[in-house]
């Protein structure tokens, strides 16, 4: 028994899927609310979290200014290397 090409099965899937076979991309209302209510707790998180490092580093600054030296990767020039 041969298997159903894609051409045959592509519809059939979307269907399934309770999507618009003449327009697949389509992003429906609710996905489209939902994608943007989790990109604004995701952008609340990221206040907090940056607020917190600025907290910390406040109070260790010379602890926030190594880091800051290693994440530009200026820890190397210390050691000799290029």
């Not at 003449?22 to 609710?30: C, H, K, L, Y």
């Not at 910390?56 to 020039?77: M, V, Y």
Request: with cysteine.
């Amino acid at each position: 028994m041969a298997l159903p090409s894609v051409e045959q099965l592509h519809p059939e899937t979307l269907k399934n899927l309770s999507a618009d076979v003449d327009n697949p991309f389509q992003v429906r209302p609710a996905v489209e609310k939902m994608y943007a209510e989790r990109l604004e707790e995701l952008r609340k998180e990221v206040h907090s979290l940056r607020a917190e490092e600025q907290a910390w580093a406040a109070e260790n600054p010379t602890k926030a200014q190594l880091q800051a030296d290693w994440f530009a990767n200026r820890h190397l020039s210390c050691h000799g290397a290029k």
